[in-house]
């Protein structure tokens, strides 16, 4: 076996601080002796809230480029980190990698001293609850960890001196401990979550089937595991419609909505450092730089990641998830699309997204509405809807709006002012999981229905048969297409193409930047060994720390 090295630890309770909602809260008690602390009630449920707080971690700035960038759904700008777009040069040294894995392992850790002290806490009723939340916690850590990285190492105990080495577990011992962990904790939480954000059994089957659905595509991997992510997702469905309107799935302030099976929480008692920090920046990173227009009070787009021809191409005129994922209409200003969203007809357009299906002149489409049209900007779909990494033109492409959040402050991505949930697991992509995973099962009948029910939803209004397919139309290229209809910006992306096989194969030919480097006939992802660059590397310094033997991953 192979040895890696973790590097260092966070102080808990410094994970724990500032968290907003009331199962998160932590207070400091530094004074007082962690194990007779942590062995009250009272403190040990500030160990299950630090763990809890580390999906705040894994999912902040800037490890959104490690989920979305590099994909074939978007292309590079100007801000985005070249060496995760492009793989060419990506390397054990950088950095993004290197704080997510260390980030990656404080989080376990933090399971791991919350189980520690599960059985030296008073006895409590809810006691074997927090075991299996923070069971289900460390395994979700860990399966996000796999897919990254392959193999890592399972550690297990809590750790509170210097560790030199540890050995490296394959991917399927990996896997296995995931499976085993969900499982336990599938025993142990309730039906029902206690409050928003709590692991609950319907959470714990969704993301079940999807490890399932993971491991089936794996060397190690066996049909039954398509079978059983099949069952595991159907039960999750529980016979629920999608109900909810697209638009107003993610519209601000639903995001309690029933749809929502595991979310990671915020509120605004979590903000810090004058309301810049504790927040989250998912609004900042889909759309191009917005400045200040049309008003000072305008979201701040950083321009990270700007969709590619390949993601505006998924959509048809018949699909209501274009206008409900895209700001179609910028009005004057910005925010009034939420803060008069009654009034919208009488509302100025200073922009408007022409889509590649409209017909109408331009000056048909002004002659519509003068009053409040005779100035808009149109921009028509085109080459300028993929703007260039170095390009100044600020809102030419479409930027996304489900993320909007207009009661957060003007800030950049390193200041943290949203409050809006993110959504980790949510009804619609459970029918899309049991879908691929009927598909790979042998049974795409059954996998076109699932698929069916979203795309109902979807449809505008008398358009249901228009979006509805058949059996004969699912594979996986459609699959991945409705994926990235529903899930656009999610934090899925990258583990989709890696999943299925298709990370070169989709971004060669839908990728800008990709493409450019296949045209000049050189494979970006090819390493220095001569390997793929698939996995993520494993950070130099892990190597370079850990004193036993370890080979890095293919590739590097």
């Known amino acids: 076996m192979k040895n890696i090295n973790i590097v260092s630890l966070v102080l808990l309770l410094a994970m724990a601080s500032g968290c907003g909602k009331d199962f998160l809260a932590a207070d400091n008690k530094s004074n007082i002796a962690a194990d007779d602390f942590f062995s009250t009630e009272a403190g040990y449920e500030q160990l299950v809230a630090a763990?809890?707080?580390?999906?705040?971690?894994?999912?902040?700035?800037?490890y959104v480029y490690l989920y979305s960038s590099g994909t074939d759904m978007f292309v590079q700008s100007a801000a985005l980190p070249e060496a995760l777009h492009q793989y060419r040069n990506l390397t054990p040294g950088e950095t993004t990698i290197t704080t997510f894995y260390r980030d990656l392992y404080k989080a376990v850790q933090n399971c791991n001293i919350g189980l520690y002290y599960n059985d030296k806490t008073a006895e409590v009723a809810t006691l074997p609850v927090r075991k299996g939340e923070l069971q289900f916690l460390r395994a979700y850590y860990y399966f996000v960890m796999v897919q990254t990285f392959g193999g890592v190492a399972i550690v297990t105990e809590r750790i509170n001196e210097p560790i030199l080495q540890f050995n490296r577990n394959s991917a399927a011992e990996v896997y296995d401990f995931i499976i085993k962990e969900m499982q336990e904790a599938l025993n142990l939480v309730p039906e029902v979550a206690a409050e928003p954000g709590r692991v609950y059994k319907r959470a714990v089957r969704h993301f079940l089937a999807k490890v399932h659905l993971t491991r089936g595509y794996e060397t190690f991997g066996t049909a039954q595991d398509f079978t059983t992510a099949a069952s595991l997702a159907d039960e999750a469905i529980q016979g629920q419609a999608l109900s909810t309107s697209f638009e107003d799935l993610f519209y601000?302030?639903?995001?309690?909505?029933?749809?929502?099976?595991?979310?990671?929480?915020?509120?605004?008692?979590?903000?810090?450092?004058?309301?810049?920090?504790?927040?989250?920046?998912?609004?900042?990173?889909?759309?191009?730089?917005?400045?200040?227009?049309?008003t000072s009070g305008a979201p701040n787009r950083g321009g990270s990641l700007v969709?590619?021809?390949?993601?505006?191409?998924?959509?048809?005129?018949?699909?209501?998830?274009?206008?409900?994922s895209f700001m179609v209409n910028f009005y004057e200003p910005y925010w009034a699309y939420y803060e008069q969203s009654g009034n919208r007809d009488n509302l100025t357009i200073a922009w408007y997204m022409k889509p590649k299906w409209e017909t109408i002149?331009?000056?048909?489409?002004?002659?519509q509405d003068p009053a409040h049209r005779a100035n808009t900007k149109i921009v028509p779909y085109g080459p300028i809807w993929e703007r260039l990494p170095t390009a100044t033109s600020g809102d030419q492409t479409p930027s996304v709006?489900?993320?909007d959040d207009p009661a957060s402050e003007y800030g950049t991505s390193s200041k943290f002012t949203s409050t809006r949930d993110l959504f980790l697991a949510?009804?619609?992509?459970?029918?899309?999981?049991?879908?691929?995973?009927h598909f790979k099962a042998g049974s795409p009948g059954t996998a076109a229905d699932r698929i069916n029910e979203v795309r109902r939803r979807a449809a505008k209004p008398g358009q249901e048969a228009a979006m509805a397919i058949t059996a004969g139309d699912v594979d996986i290229d459609f699959i991945l297409d409705e994926r990235g209809r529903e899930l656009l910006g999610e934090y899925h992306r990258w583990f989709d193409l890696k999943r299925t096989g298709t990370l070169v194969a989709r971004t060669q030919l839908y990728n800008r930047e990709i493409r450019n480097w296949f045209d000049q006939g050189i494979n970006p992802f090819m390493g220095p060994d001569g390997q793929l660059k698939i996995l993520r590397p494993i950070p130099a310094s892990a190597l370079l720390l850990n004193e036993g033997e370890y080979s890095q991953n293919p590739g590097y």
Do not use: C, H
């Open 51 to 62: 763990s809890y707080a580390s999906l705040r971690t894994i999912y902040s700035f800037p």
């Open 252 to 294: 601000p302030g639903n995001e309690k909505d029933p749809e929502i099976l595991f979310s990671v929480q915020y509120s605004k008692a979590s903000l810090l450092e004058g309301g810049f920090s504790g927040g989250n920046a998912q609004y900042y990173f889909f759309g191009s730089y917005m400045g200040s227009f049309p």
């Open 307 to 324: 969709a590619s021809f390949y993601t505006f191409d998924l959509f048809i005129p018949e699909d209501s998830r274009w206008e409900a």
């Open 361 to 367: 002149s331009d000056e048909d489409w002004r002659a």
């Open 401 to 403: 709006k489900k993320f």
């Open 426 to 437: 949510r009804l619609g992509e459970t029918y899309l999981i049991a879908a691929e995973a």
